[in-house]
């Protein structure tokens, strides 16, 4: 709902979903719970500022592995992600050292060439200018989508 002010005038309202009456009888008489729909890019900021204030971390670019759960809570098993950019001349060399990185240390390494042949198209060839790689450099992208370390080029 947009109002002037929580006891204020409304100016619209986002119907979706089961917030229709005709349908929303229906969810009320299915269900055990009460409906909160809210679409996902309103809820999902909401939960992640709730979680962030009561001193969870969120974790980026991680594949939710297993979980199990005792007496002392649950535990979740995720597998940290890292990726690989490289411009298009290097992207054998990179995903080799990645899979040699992956059986060594245990963890998945995403390489991903961009440019003329690569993985992903640079239609205006500004990829590489823009980060600082030649064709065969690389930037090595964290989980939380930072760059951790670049190479101009493969030497």
């Known amino acids: 709902m947009w109002t002037s002010s929580l006891a204020g005038k409304e100016f619209g309202r986002l119907r979706t979903w089961y917030t229709h009456p005709a ?37 980026l670019n991680t594949e939710f592995r297993t979980f199990a759960q005792d007496a002392e809570g649950v535990t979740a098993q995720v597998a940290d992600r890292v990726t690989v950019l490289t411009g298009p001349s290097g992207a054998q060399d990179w995903k080799a050292a990645a899979a040699k990185a992956e059986a060594e240390l245990g963890f998945e390494v995403a390489v991903h060439s961009i440019g003329f042949g690569g993985d992903y198209q640079d239609t205006y060839g500004t990829f590489g200018r823009g980060v600082g790689i030649a064709g065969d450099g690389a930037l090595l992208v964290r989980p939380d989508h930072m760059v951790g370390w670049h190479a101009e080029d493969s030497g």
């Open 23 to 59: 349908w929303q009888a229906e969810h009320d008489l299915a269900s055990a719970t009460a409906i909160c729909d809210l679409p996902q890019d309103r809820l999902e900021p909401i939960l992640v500022t709730a979680a962030g204030l009561r001193g969870a971390t969120q974790l």
